[in-house]
């Protein structure tokens, strides 16, 4: 099992930035790989980016190209999700997870950190 805690959300007005963190403790050994998704208020749980744990390589989804990076500190057992030029659009619950493969299964959730932009 891996527990996972994001941290990092907040309020911030348009164009500004934010990095989210999520660390990773318990079976560190078992992770593949991990990705960041994100929940709207009333919308569903929307993939943005993701990243091979070993290996360092990165997907993103085409909403999230140019504005979002993921990056990981294998040290620190931590994913990060550095944010720019946000936008109103931005806003909602930001969620990390456990993958079996950038875009594969999801096995862990973390608790979710919200992200609120301003105009």
């Known amino acids: 099992q891996v527990q996972l805690v994001e941290s990092g959300g907040g309020l911030v007005q348009a164009g500004g930035s934010l990095r989210l963190s999520c660390a990773a403790s318990?079976?560190?050994?078992?992770?593949?790989?991990m990705g960041w998704f994100r929940q709207a208020p009333g919308k569903g749980r929307e993939f943005l980016a993701a990243?091979?744990?070993?290996?360092?390589?990165?997907y993103y989804v085409d909403s999230a190209k140019g504005r979002f990076t993921i990056s990981r500190d294998n040290a620190k057992n931590t994913v990060y999700l550095q944010m720019n030029s946000l936008k109103p659009e931005d806003t909602a619950q930001y969620y990390c997870?456990?993958?079996?493969?950038?875009?594969?299964?999801?096995?862990?959730w973390g608790q979710g950190t919200q992200v609120t932009v301003s105009s």
């Open positions: 990243i091979n744990w070993s290996g360092g390589g990165t």
């Open positions: 997870a456990v993958r079996s493969t950038p875009t594969g299964a999801v096995g862990s």
């Open positions: 318990g079976s560190i050994f078992s992770i593949n790989a």
